[in-house]
C-alpha cells in the first residue's frame, strides 16, 4: 500500500515539472509553478529558509522520500530502472547490496561545493538533479512536445478552429544540447544497470539528505524473526543498500521507495517509527556522522557565503530573421536579476526560463564561465516590457519576480547606434523603425546634417529614458548586423 500511494505522488509530481519545461503557454507555471520552487537545491539558492526547513523535516522524519517523489531526475531513474528490470523479472533480478562509497559521495560534494564557492556555477549545476533534468526536458522534450503542438494547430487551422497556434522550433544553445545528451546517456546506462547509483554516489542533494535521513523518526526496518534470508529484498533494491545476510540497511543510501516491502513474501519488512539503538549500531551511526559532518559544514558554509555577497554586491512589425548576434562587451541580463553577477551566483542552469520566454530572447549562454546560465539576445525576438515571465518561474531567486510596472522601469542596458550599418546613410532610404518601436520613446530621429532639414535623418538615443528591451535591435532592417544593439549593464539601473 505505501508502494502504491508513494507511485502516486511521484508520478504525479514528476508528470507536473516536466510539463513546467515543456509548457510554452504559462498556464501550467500558474498553477503548479511552486514545484520548481520546492526542489532541495533551487530553494538553497533562493535563501527560501522555510522551503529548506521544510525538506529537512520531512526527511528526519520519514526519510529520504524528497528523493523519490519530489525530486525529477529520481524518479526519470526509477523508470529508466523498471523498464530496464522488468523484462529480466522472472529470470534474474539485476540489484545486490554494494558497500557505500562514501568518499566518493563526500568527494564530489565538497567539489561541489567549493566549485560554487570559486564562482562557476554553472559547472556546479552540471551535477544538480533538478537542473540536471531540466536541460533534458527542455533541450530534448520540448522540441518534440512543440511538434507535436503544431501539427495540432494545423489541423485545427484545416478545421477553421484556433483552438491551437504554432511554435517555432529552434536550436537555443548547441553545448547545451550536448550536455543533455551526454547526461541523458550517463544516467541511463547508470540507472538501466544499477538503479540509484547516480543519486547514491554523485548527487550532492542525495549526499546531504543521505546524511540526515540516518537519524529518520521512520525508516523501514528488517524482522529478524521473519526473515528466512530469500535475499530477495536486496535483489529488488535499486539503491542497493539492504545487506539482506546481515539484516542491516544503509539508511544513507535508501530512498524510501518501499520496494522491498511489496516483494516481501513473508512480512519481515516493515516501516515504522525507529526504535532505540543496540551499542553496536550507536557506534556505526557515530562514526557516519563525522564522516557526514564535513559535507553538511560545507553546504551551510557555502550558503552563508553566497548571502554575504548577495548583500555586499548587489543591493507592429514582424522579426526579421538571419540576424548575426552582435559582440556585446557585457552580456544582457533579464529585468529582475539585478545584475550579472547575482545571477551567475544564483543560478542552476536549469533551463526553465529560456524554456518559458515567449519571446524567444532567452538562450544559454556559451561562455564557460557562466556555461547555459541564460543571457539576452534579439534575433527573434525582444524582450516585451510587459511581459515578466521568467521572473515568474526562476525557482533559484536568480531572477527576482518583477511587476510590468518595474520592469518598465529598470533598465538592463542601453542602445548604441552604428553608423556604418545604417540603412539611411547606407542605402539613402528613410527608415526610422527604431524610433516608431521604442516602447520608451528614448530614440528620435533628426537630420543628418544639423543645417539642412531636408536632410536623410539618423536616429539620437537618449540613453537615461533607453530600458534595453531590443526592440529596436530586433526590428532594425539592416542585415547581418543591425545598425542599432543593445549594450548590457553589469548592474541593473533605475529610470
Known amino acids: 500500500m505505501l508502494r502504491k500511494i508513494r507511485l502516486v505522488f511521484a508520478s504525479v509530481c514528476f508528470v507536473l515539472i516536466t510539463l513546467l519545461f515543456l509548457d510554452f503557454t504559462g498556464s501550467i507555471h ?57 523484462p529480466r523479472k522472472r529470470r534474474k533480478l539485476p540489484y545486490a547490496y554494494s558497500p557505500a562509497l562514501s568518499w566518493l559521495r563526500y568527494g564530489a560534494l565538497g567539489l561541489f561545493v567549493v566549485v560554487l564557492l570559486a564562482g562557476f556555477g554553472s559547472l556546479a549545476a552540471l551535477i544538480a538533479p533538478y537542473s540536471a533534468y531540466g536541460r533534458m526536458a527542455s533541450n530534448l522534450l520540448q522540441p518534440l512536445w512543440i511538434w507535436g503542438n503544431n501539427a495540432l494547430a494545423q489541423m485545427a487551422e484545416r478545421a477553421e478552429s484556433y483552438a491551437f497556434y504554432e511554435v517555432d522550433v529552434w536550436l537555443k544553445g548547441l553545448p547545451t ?6 547526461t541523458l546517456v550517463i544516467l541511463f546506462v547508470l540507472a538501466w544497470r544499477n538503479g540509484r547509483t547516480y543519486c547514491n554516489t554523485i548527487c550532492p542533494v542525495g549526499t546531504v539528505l543521505g546524511f540526515l535521513s540516518r537519524f529518520s523518526l521512520f525508516h523501514i526496518v528488517i524482522d529478524t524473526q521473519k526473515c528466512n534470508n530469500c535475499t530477495l529484498c536486496s535483489r529488488h533494491c535499486k ?46 551511526t557515530a562514526s557516519a556522522s563525522r564522516r557526514g559532518f564535513l559535507s553538511a559544514s560545507l553546504l551551510l558554509t557555502g550558503t552563508a557565503w553566497m ?60 561562455d564557460w564561465t557562466k556555461l547555459m546560465q541564460p543571457e539576452m539576445s534579439y534575433e527573434r525576438g525582444y524582450c516585451r516590457p510587459e511581459c515578466t515571465r521568467c521572473s515568474e518561474v526562476c525557482p533559484t531567486g536568480a531572477i527576482r519576480r518583477v511587476t510590468k510596472e518595474e520592469k518598465s522601469s529598470v533598465q538592463i542596458g542601453h542602445a548604441v547606434w552604428v553608423k556604418k550599418n545604417c540603412i539611411p546613410l547606407t542605402d539613402g532610404v528613410t527608415c526610422g523603425n527604431c524610433a516608431r518601436h521604442c516602447p520608451s520613446g528614448a530614440i528620435q530621429m533628426v537630420p543628418s546634417d544639423p543645417e539642412d532639414e531636408q536632410s536623410i535623418r539618423i536616429p539620437v538615443v537618449d540613453t537615461e529614458r533607453c530600458i534595453g528591451c531590443g526592440a529596436c535591435e530586433n526590428l532594425c532592417p539592416a542585415r547581418p548586423f543591425s545598425a542599432i544593439y543593445v549594450e548590457g549593464h553589469e548592474r541593473h539601473r533605475t529610470v
Request: hydrophobic share 45%; charged share 20%.
Open 239 to 284: 539503491a542497493a543498500c539492504i545487506n539482506a545476510k546481515e539484516h542491516r540497511i544503509d539508511y544513507s543510501r535508501c530512498v524510501a521507495c518501499m520496494d522491498c516491502i511489496g516483494e516481501c513474501k513473508h512480512g519481515a519488512i516493515s516501516y515504522r517509527m525507529r526504535r532505540k539503538p543496540t551499542p553496536e549500531e550507536a557506534n556505526g
Open 177 to 182: 544540447l550536448v550536455v543533455a545528451i551526454v
Open 30 to 86: 500558474a498553477w503548479f509553478g511552486w514545484l520548481a520552487k520546492i526542489q532541495f537545491l533551487p530553494a538553497v539558492l533562493a535563501l527560501n529558509v522555510g522551503v529548506v526547513l521544510a525538506l529537512v523535516v520531512l526527511t528526519l522524519l520519514f526519510g529520504r522520500i524528497y528523493c523519490s517523489i519530489i525530486c525529477p531526475l529520481g524518479v526519470f531513474q526509477d523508470i529508466i530502472a523498471w523498464i530496464g528490470r522488468h
Open 307 to 366: 548571502k554575504a555577497q548577495e548583500k555586499k554586491v548587489d543591493g507592429g512589425l514582424a522579426a526579421i530573421t538571419q540576424k548575426q548576434k552582435p559582440e556585446r562587451a557585457t552580456p544582457l541580463t533579464p529585468a529582475g536579476s539585478w545584475s550579472a553577477r547575482h545571477l551567475a551566483q544564483h543560478c542552476t542552469a536549469c533551463q526553465l526560463c529560456v524554456s518559458a520566454c515567449p519571446n524567444e530572447v532567452l538562450r544559454p549562454s556559451t
